[in-house]
């Protein structure tokens, strides 16, 4: 045996043995609460976002969605311990899906922060109110949360309703079927059509929504479809990599000119004169005047908070209709019950305005129902600033504590969350029936939970309401049927069509639609 392969044995065994100590004394540090291992964990930066998730080896991004709460149900407990043994030593966290638990984590006075500097990719256009935390955060919802006002979404309604008028009579016309290869892209398409006029205050139709703007070579839309699916690959991508493929020079102009888009929008409507708007970008710039230097964005910061509002309401929400439309699609008979609350509700002229949109309370229980079985994000993380001890439940209800020490990182699960049967009763089944009366309210986290919860959930339902309440007036969705995939059983279709991947949000991978028109 040469003498490198021994210094290679005995290092390796060294570094085995002392792996081994850290793990136990991690696990008595926590007096061997049930918890679950992975080589490369949680605690892992580089192996979650790039290697995908694999029993006992790397957890990935998509895995909580992947397991909802089966984990906890093998483990016996509504919250557990997971320890990440390599990264590069072992690393402590807990998931979490149990409503009281999570109390606990999100009360004001609570030893928890949000660990901003987890948010890296959101601050690629700079500072924002997704990013921050503490008295950051509390400047920029200062700003940022007026904007979000019932003027606004009365704006979004009439907006959404719009749009798809214009789909249904200038893009689909006469059709009686029309083939969506993939959902996603007509609900994406839908959505930033929507924050053109409500964030941007412009009017953009389904005609010219791929034209590049002067001083462009891609059109606003198409930046935001790049910059989406590429944040994660931005910040791990080195600046040489640009220079020497093709792919990665689109993805590097599409950066460039998103930020540009904006900065061409801010400067336009801050110079403007006319009367009061109603858009979020006019609203953000109006409510910024009014704070004193010291207070008030800086154009990074305004620039960021724009992004990230544009964002997370062009993609959380697309997705979320795509999930809805296949649930609708695989589920004639709750697609059904929706037309016939529709149609009840509607008026003759099928153009709704926005003191319909509290009335359509089926559309508010399948959205619901939708974002329970594919909340927007995995894991909601926080930090353990001390020692501090919190309770869970265990299988048979019973009240168990467990520590948590300082630095611990913990991590609310909502698909974990969703599934637990003590809050929702068949919980793998779609059932919007069960947001028609009273639900556990504490058990649904679909935009966060405690004071830092989403700000633009109001901005979602508006918009998401009013799609899916004319399309459903309109036309009847199905799933494409495909040679390829014929003598398939149900449960293998549900596979396919609700396979998913996690990039800024939960992602389906596709969705082929079919959309026939009622009579």
């Not at 019950?337 to 709704?352: C, D, M, N, R, W």
Request: overall charge positive; proline content about 6%; hydrophobic content about 40%.
């Amino acid at each position: 045996m040469s003498l490198w392969v021994k210094v290679v044995s005995s290092v390796s065994v060294i570094l085995l043995v002392r792996a081994v100590f850290r793990l136990q004394k991690l696990r008595r540090s926590i007096n061997y609460f049930p918890a679950n291992y992975f080589l490369f964990g949680f605690g892992n930066r580089i192996a979650h976002i790039l290697l995908p998730p694999i029993q006992w080896f790397t957890h990935g991004a998509n895995l909580d969605f992947l397991w909802k709460f089966t984990e906890y149900e093998r483990l016996g407990v509504d919250s557990h311990a997971t320890i990440s043994i390599l990264s590069p030593g072992a690393v402590l966290g807990y998931k979490i899906a149990d409503p009281d638990t999570v109390k606990q984590i999100v009360a004001p006075r609570a030893p928890f922060r949000k660990p901003a500097e987890k948010y890296t990719p959101l601050l690629i256009f700079g500072p924002n109110i997704v990013a921050s935390e503490g008295e950051q955060w509390k400047k920029y919802k200062k700003i940022v949360g007026p904007a979000f006002s019932e003027g606004n979404n009365k704006l979004i309604w009439n907006t959404s309703v719009k749009i798809m008028l214009d789909l249904f009579d200038d893009v689909w016309g006469e059709q009686q079927t029309i083939n969506v290869e993939h959902g996603a892209d007509l609900t994406l398409a839908m959505t930033l059509l929507v924050l053109g006029s409500g964030v941007f205050g412009m009017e953009t139709t389904w005609t010219d929504r791929a034209v590049a703007a002067p001083g462009h070579t891609l059109g606003f839309q198409e930046c935001l479809r790049i910059v989406s699916m590429n944040l994660k690959a931005r910040v791990v991508t080195p600046k040489w990599a640009y220079s020497v493929s093709k792919k990665l020079k689109v993805i590097d102009v599409a950066f460039t000119e998103m930020e540009q888009y904006i900065r061409e929008m801010i400067q336009e409507r801050s110079s403007s004169t006319t009367q009061k708007s109603y858009d979020l970008l006019s609203s953000l710039i109006e409510y910024n005047r009014l704070e004193d230097a010291s207070s008030s964005l800086n154009d990074r910061e305004l620039i960021g908070n724009i992004f990230m509002i544009m964002s997370a309401g062009h993609e959380t929400s697309a997705h979320t209709l795509c999930f809805a439309l296949a649930l609708l699609a695989m589920h004639p008979e709750e697609q059904d019950a929706l037309y016939e609350h529709v149609k009840s509700i509607l008026p003759e002229t099928g153009v709704p305005d926005y003191s319909y949109f509290p009335r359509l309370k089926r559309c508010h229980a399948v959205l619901n129902e939708t974002l329970r079985l594919f909340p927007a994000v995995g894991g909601i993380p926080k930090l353990c600033t001390e020692d501090t001890t919190l309770t869970t439940s265990n299988r048979s209800g019973e009240k168990i504590a467990f520590p948590v020490p300082k630095g611990t990182m913990m991590s609310i699960v909502p698909p974990a969350l969703h599934h637990n049967p003590k809050y929702w009763p068949e919980p793998y089944k779609f059932n919007p029936d069960r947001f028609m009366g009273d639900w556990p309210r504490d058990a649904f986290i679909p935009f966060s939970a405690g004071a830092q919860s989403c700000l633009g959930r109001r901005f979602f339902e508006t918009e998401a309401t009013a799609i899916l309440a004319l399309l459903i007036s309109r036309y009847k969705v199905s799933i494409k049927e495909e040679p390829q995939f014929a003598g398939e059983s149900f449960e293998q279709k549900k596979a396919r069509i609700f396979r998913t991947k996690h990039l800024l949000s939960l992602t389906p991978v596709r969705v082929p639609l079919v959309f026939t028109r009622r009579s």
